[in-house]
C-alpha cells in the first residue's frame, strides 16, 4: 500500500491545486498515510474501521460488509459490547478478517444534528479509533470514509474533517505509536477529494 510520500514522489498527488497548507510539512507523518481506493475488508493490516450505528449489531454498506466477512462471531460479540454512541467507539477481535481487530465507530446522522454537533461527533469518532488502536498496541488502521453513506455526511467537509483530526493526532503525544493510518474509499468521488485535499492536512516536505 502506497504512502503520501510515494505518492507525492510519482506526482500522483496533485499539487498545483489551491489547497494551502494548514499545517507545517512532516515527512514522518507523510511515511504514514496512505489513500487507497476499495474493499477495507480485505487489507490484512493489524485493525479496521467500522462505520456502524448505535445498536452495534450490523447493517448495510461497509457495516454489512464487515460482518459478513467476518462471520456470526463477530455478531456474538458484538451482542457484549453493549451498543455504542455517537461520536464514540468499540473494539472487537477481526474474528474471519484478515485484520486482527475491528474497531466500530459510530457516525453522526448528519441530517438530524446541527452541523457543528455532527462535526464535533464525526471528528470525535476519528479521535476515539486512533485512540482505541493505541490503547490496544495496534499500528496499523484504516478507516472508511464514516457516515458519508446512510448518514449522508458531505464527503468534501467529511475528507476535512478526517484529515484534520489525523493530523492532530500523529502531532499529540500518542502519535509515534502508530505506524500507518489508511484512508479507504470505496467510491471514486471520495478518492478523488481526498487526492485534492490531503496537501492542506500532510503537506510534502
Ligand atoms: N469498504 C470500504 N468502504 C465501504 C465498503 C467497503 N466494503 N462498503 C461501503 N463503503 P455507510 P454511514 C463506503 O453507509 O454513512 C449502515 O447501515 C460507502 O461507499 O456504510 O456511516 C450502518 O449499520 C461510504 O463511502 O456508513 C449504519 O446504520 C462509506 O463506506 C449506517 O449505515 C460509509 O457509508 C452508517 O452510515
Redesign the pocket.
Known sequence: IPTLSLLYKLNRIPLDSDQTPLYPPNAAHNDKISIIK????VLAIDAIVN???EALL?????????HRAAGPDLYDECLTLGGCEAGDAKISNGYELPSKKIIHA??PRYYALPASEAEAKLKSCYRKGLELAVEHGQKSIAF??????????P?AKACNDALGEVRKFLDGADGDKLERVIF????QK?QDIYYQTVSKYFPPP
Open positions: 476499495g474493499d477495507i475488508t462505520a456502524a450505528n450490523g447493517g448495510g454498506g461497509v457495516d454489512g460488509a464487515i459510530v457516525g472508511p470514509a464514516i457516515s458519508t453513506g446512510v448518514f449522508s455526511y464527503n479507504c474509499n470505496f467510491l471520495d
